[in-house]
């Protein structure tokens, strides 16, 4: 039996086992037309995540301090009840809701949550879209008119690859979902290609990349603006087929030539020269520039992704076979007529952040439930997230958390975050729900493949969307209102993929267990842009202005001191995979990665404890000396500190190493997107001393 894995963007295809109905094995597919046989870690660990002991198999209800198992009638009943009556007290806006990685990848919550939310009709919107992807969505809508229309690199036929702050050896690609990475870096070598990296990590990338860069983090909107300001002077910028497209091109350059060059290659902290046999490198094209998480989660990061597509331009790569092309997924949700996001239409009540897709930064959740007065949030929903660990400033957000009047969380464990709810509701497990991942649609080919459920559900399960199903028609009847019952989500699906220029369905996709190969990426953007003029938007005034704040911030001499930076780990996702016994064990992977010369100067060893410092509060880390890291930056991963009381996840407790996000301050964010901005943030460290931590 075949299906792929929703664990990531890989969508890696898997062969499954099973004897007397039991699953007894999980391998890669070799026949899977898209992962051509490649497995992580974590495919296999879906076996401990079908059988874990841990997993909530039925809802839980708060009984005072403890927890009484019901059903799923009284819950559904119960939870609509809790939120109408905040509703009618307070008002819409006094009900949020936080949607977390896994509930992008999973089918049954995209039409059933947001008909749930819609239904609630609150403005308090949060998602992990917000320590994520929002800088990359905003400059797709303010460039090519939609936020998801996201440039993808053509991995399979670009003959130079440069990559900024991301590690797809590890990640296998994240808005470039390409299983296998190691293996078409092989066929990029065999058509004579090249493959260079800039990050402030020697990464398991950069270390099978031609070349690697050292940057200083949080800087790349310098380095790539250093980067444009050469390929201009050389006379190397060559737009291509793309030039009767844009708009706003000379506005752009202009605007760029107003930055000191200067002080742009000081700051980013790379040498002018090796910038300069860069950009020489880069038109032995077709080449293409990608960039990703390391971009995102910075002070600039919007400028970053808007001078990175710029970059692209430059080369004459946007919407050319081996550059930056856009996919045509099978489920294409702008076929499909989906509307622009908005931008600044409102702001939060407190900060005065701007919303971004009817969505709220989630730098604003705690503060909105902690300040007093009209609009306050008073209940909150969770739809498959552990912002607690996964976003900055943990410990605020517990404290806000334990100051709601309801709080219901869709999950399947008690968890750093769950631990607050009123009910928990679980999800089944996962090879017993059919999905359609989306994140299929920023892969770098066109691809499409249904999953199909492997066994049935266990007595006690229940599909998420039944679950918002009926929260819904609760919340309905006690607000008296019509309900409109939505239809299960395979059958919504398969009216999409109908309705897609690919004309597929949900039979025609069953009849294909290893996937459906729609072919490569083609040049289409003529036809996909969304901007009012049909032109690509080179100069969006609200990043032309946001070029200020860049000036102002490269003028200001570089502060000494340690920049941390994070970590993605081959045998975690975030927060929700150390509960896995197959990918625990081994090495101890939360670690601070320090330079031998960094430990020194702190009076520090390899394997020390040491205190790890930050705007909210301290840690205590084991340290680890690695001459894989820039001097003055040092790295660990995030998602752990499975220490907190009320989890219950046992294997994770064994080793539950430290919360980063425990560090990181909560506004410090790209003012332009909302977006988290930890990378690159002040840190102080010293040796462990006897003495609690604050």
């Known amino acids: 039996m075949f299906r792929s894995c929703s664990l990531c963007e890989a969508n890696c295809g898997l062969a499954f086992t099973f004897r007397d109905n039991v699953l007894t094995s999980i391998r890669a597919d070799e026949q899977d037309v898209f992962s051509r046989g490649h497995i992580c870690p974590k495919g296999v660990s879906i076996l401990d995540l079908q059988n874990d002991p841990d ?46 990685n896994p509930s992008a990848h999973a089918i049954d919550f995209a039409a059933h949550g947001a008909a749930l939310k819609r239904a609630v009709g609150t403005r308090s919107l949060f998602s992990a879209n917000s320590v994520d992807a929002n800088p990359h969505l905003l400059v797709s809508l303010l460039m090519f008119g939609h936020q998801l229309l996201l440039p993808l690199p053509d991995l399979d036929r670009t003959r130079t690859l440069l990559i900024l702050g991301a590690n797809p050896v590890v990640s296998n690609g994240s808005i470039m979902g390409a299983p296998g990475f190691r293996g078409r870096i092989k066929d990029l070598r065999a058509r004579g290609g090249q493959m260079i990296v800039i990050d402030p990590r020697r990464t398991e990338t950069a270390k099978i990349a031609d070349a690697h860069i050292f940057v200083r983090p949080g800087t790349d909107a310098a380095l790539l603006a250093a980067l444009l300001l050469i390929m201009k002077r050389e006379g190397l ?123 709220l930064p989630v730098a604003a959740l705690a503060e909105e439930i902690l300040t007093p007065g009209p609009g306050r949030i008073r209940a909150l929903v969770t739809l498959a997230g552990n912002p607690v660990l996964s976003t900055p400033n943990g410990r605020l957000l517990e404290r806000a958390l334990a100051k709601l009047d309801f709080m219901a969380s869709f999950d399947v464990h008690l968890n750093e975050t769950t631990r ?58 006690e607000l008296n209102r019509e309900h409109r019952p939505l239809a299960a989500p395979m059958d919504i699906l398969d009216l999409r993929l109908q309705a897609s220029p690919w004309q597929l369905s949900v039979a025609e996709l069953e009849r294909h267990p290893h996937g459906l190969d729609l072919g490569p990426l083609r040049p289409c953007l003529a036809d996909r842009l969304r901007t009012s003029d049909r032109k690509i938007h080179c100069a969006p005034p609200l990043l032309i202005a946001d070029l200020e704040r860049l000036k102002a911030e490269i003028a200001a001499p570089c502060l000494p001191g340690l920049r941390i930076i994070g970590r993605r780990e081959a045998r975690g996702n975030n927060s929700w995979m150390h509960n896995v016994p197959r990918l625990a064990g081994g090495k101890d992977r939360c670690v601070l990665f320090v330079h031998p010369a960094d430990l020194a100067a702190h009076g520090l060893r390899d394997g020390d404890r040491a205190e790890l410092g930050g705007a909210a509060g301290s840690i205590a880390i084991i340290v680890r000396q690695s001459e894989d890291m820039m001097p003055g930056v040092v790295c660990m991963p995030h998602g752990w500190g499975h220490d907190r009381p009320g989890v219950s996840l046992h294997t994770a407790a064994i080793e539950p190493g430290a919360s980063l996000n425990d560090i990181l301050a909560h506004d410090r964010i ?22 609690a931590l604050t």
């Open 55 to 100: 997993r909530l198999s039925q809802p839980l209800r708060r009984d005072g301090t403890g927890w009484v198992p019901v059903g799923w009638d009284e819950a559904a009943s119960a939870v609509g009840a809790r939120l109408a009556s905040i509703i009618r007290a307070h008002g819409p806006d006094a009900v949020a809701f936080y949607s977390g």
């Open 237 to 359: 910028a060559d737009p291509g087929p793309v030039a009767p497209l844009l708009s706003g091109w000379e506005a752009a350059w202009a605007a760029i030539d107003e930055l000191p060059f200067d002080r742009l290659i000081d700051f980013c902290g790379v040498d002018q020269g090796m910038l300069e046999s860069l950009a020489r490198r880069l038109i032995e094209g077709p080449a293409v520039a990608y960039g990703r998480i390391g971009l995102s989660i910075q002070p600039f990061a919007t400028l970053s992704i808007w001078l990175l597509a710029l970059l692209n331009i430059a080369l004459g790569s946007l919407d050319r076979p081996g550059g930056a092309m856009f996919a045509e997924p099978a489920f294409d949700a702008l076929a499909a007529g989906a509307r622009p996001a908005s931008y600044a239409s409102y702001r939060s009540r407190v900060s005065g952040y701007p919303e971004f897709g009817g969505e």
């Open 420 to 477: 607050f709810a009123d009910f928990v509701l679980p999800s089944p497990r996962p090879l017993a729900v059919p999905n359609y991942d989306i994140s299929l649609n920023f892969a770098v080919r066109n691809i499409a493949r249904v999953q199909p459920a492997l066994v049935p559900l266990e007595q006690g399960e229940q599909h998420d969307w039944i679950t918002l199903e009926a929260i819904r028609q609760s919340l309905a009847a």
């Open 670 to 691: 790209d003012a332009l997107s909302g977006n988290a901005a930890p990378n690159g943030s002040p840190v102080t460290l010293r040796k462990m001393e006897d003495r």
